[in-house]
């Protein structure tokens, strides 16, 4: 019974197990798997739980002897065996003997653990580690634990790695000295010799390279060396047999020294020895400098002096002195003093056409002139001989006359006049200037000074504008229901005046309507157009134009929205200095992107005049701009004419003025154009009666006016 439970003990201990016990195999149901011995019918069976069955678990191996102590101790699944009984098993197992136990038989199968002690007959299979401290015997020997292999014991086959020489063959001039530990190097040749190989081309041999010690090289057939170099060294030499010859690239010396020429000479060449070739006599510094000149009597040196009998040289400029130069010559002078002869005169009172190229007068006329009537000055017998005609480049100096037609002077105003004509009031001082703007119709040119100062008058509770859309004068509006005008104003029935919000410059800006306020009262007016520039002229005039006013437009509004985007532009700039127009204003807009777009636009600029001496005026641009949107639209006045009265007077004219601005660009006589002040008021024009250039006035920028009522 303890061999079969020690047997059984052996077979089972196993690391999958964790219990070996003795149960009631009929009535026990363990939790786990687990090896059991149990009646089973009476017979005693070693039985394995599954979990859900007890299985037969067979019983291997066997074996004699007695075991004086089995027991289960140390780490689960391991047996501790006591005693010295021999024990004889087979399969797979873990075994821990702490005492020397003996191991009759052969042991097969896996071993696992550790097995200290001496192991009396054969081992095979591989161990992890072995650490011995027995004597090896045979081709590895041990003496405790030195191991060594003994010579010539290991044989070198495929079964060895690492590189490794095999054999050696001494050939191609190499030479093995010994066997093993051989060494391998070049055949030894004696002092002189070279190793070469032999006659019959059969081995490698040492030999001088020819007798004497003195090399001997193979011909070269044709062609030129130009792989190696041949260098012979000090007191060496080099000899040629045969035909053949050697070319040096350089050579210290010729063989011997050539022949020379006499002195004074010089040669044309020198041969292959050296030796000189066809002399010739050369002139030396000396002979230069002393050789005769051309006449043959005298010596001389070039000179650029007017020097007689001397050769002539350029100066550093380039230049010499010569007395008379009898040649054919062509080409212009820069200057002369005096022509060959004097020329033929006019005769007395009469003038030359022209002069030709001798000097001669040509084309002689008597000039007429005198004082009194046109028809006695320019002695005119066909035609409107009252009328005088100026043609481009002529003047008229009329500085000191009266008066001048269309410009006039006088205590009062002509009943008639035509459209362009000036008239200057002298009662005034002459302050006080008047243009026909129409037929019979005079308007007053008004200068600088608040409106107050301006000389307008109107009547009372009036408004100033135009009735209709066409271009024309400013009117008085009378002011009639609903909306009253009493001190300064605007009433609206039904509505109440609360504020007046005055916009000024600005891009794409926002107006919010305020709260409370029922209706809206928008005027608005173009920046007005810049006056044109002068070219300035010596002894001529130029008077520009001046710059137009701005385009109107105005709108009750009686559902405004909450808020409306506006543009206001500055006053169009004037002409720059020079001949140049004035720039036209820039548009006001007022707009809530729905019923109401409002537009005024901006002004057209001055218009410059061509300086000269004539009597002339200078038109503006009459292209008329009218603003868009409104209940009223109306344009802006033109610009004032430029008048020239002759070559040193004149007056260029003043902006165009506004619906919102009147004009306070007075005109100027030689000064740079006046710029505009007021709302949508046109920039006055420049003049000059110099050559002095000078730019018109910028126009007055645009403004949006808005009167609110709640």
Known sequence: MKKLLLILALLFASPVYAQFVRVDCNTTKPAASVIATCWDNGTLKAKYWTGSAWVDWPILGGGSGTVTSVGLSGTPNQITVTGTSPITTSGTWTLSIPTNPTLPGTTTGTFSGNLTGNVTGNVTGNADTVTTNANLTGPVTSVGNATSIANDAVALGTQTTGNYVSSATANQGLLITGTEGASLGLIDCAAS????????????????DSTGGSPTFDAIASGTNTTAAMVVGTGGSLAVSGSGTIAATTAAALAANGANCSAGN???????????????????????????????????GATTTNTASQLVSRDASGNFAAGTITAALSGNATTATALAANGTNCGAGDA????????????????????????????????????????????????????????TRSTTLPATCTEGQHHQDTDSGGSETYVCTATNTWTKLVGEGAVTTSGLTMATARLLGRTTASTGAIEELTVSAPITLSSGALSLAGYTFSQKTTLSVAAAATYTTPAGVRALFVQLVGSGGGGGGIDGVTSQAGMASGGNG??????????????????????????????????????????????????????????????????????????????????????????????????????????????????????????????ALNFGVGGGGAGSTDNTDRAGGQGGAGVIIIWEFK
Not at 274 to 300: I, K, P, R, W, Y
């Open 352 to 407: 030359a056409g022209g002069v030709d190229a001798n000097g001669n007068a040509e084309g002689c006329f008597t000039p007429s002139g005198g004082s009194g009537d046109i028809t006695d000055v320019w002695a005119c017998t066909t035609g409107n001989c009252n009328a005088l005609t100026a043609a481009s480049g002529d003047s008229l100096d009329a500085g000191s006359a009266d008066a001048s037609s269309p410009t």
């Open 193 to 208: 010799e070279i190793l070469k190989r032999n006659a019959g081309d059969t081995a490698w041999e040492c030999a001088a």
């Open 266 to 300: 010089a040669p044309l060449g020198v041969d292959a020895a050296g030796a000189v070739e066809s002399c010739f006599d050369v002139a030396t510094q000396t002979e230069l400098n002393t050789h005769e000149a051309l006449t043959g009597t005298s010596a001389h």
């Open 550 to 675: 701005g385009g109107y437009a105005e709108k009750f509004i009686t559902s405004p929205s909450a808020t409306y985007t506006y543009t206001i532009t500055v006053g169009g700039a004037g002409g720059t200095a020079g001949a140049n127009n004035g720039t036209a204003g820039g548009t006001t807009s007022f707009s809530d992107g729905g019923a109401t777009n409002m537009t005024g636009p901006g002004g057209n600029g001055g218009t410059t005049m061509t300086s000269g001496t004539s009597l002339v005026t200078q038109a503006p641009n009459t292209t008329a701009v009218t603003g868009t949107g409104g209940d009223i639209n109306l344009s802006g006045s033109f610009g004032q004419y430029g008048l020239r009265l002759s070559g040193s007077a004149g007056i260029a004219g003043a902006g165009g003025a506004s619906m919102l601005g009147v004009s306070d660009t007075r005109g100027v006589t030689s000064a740079t154009g006046v710029s």
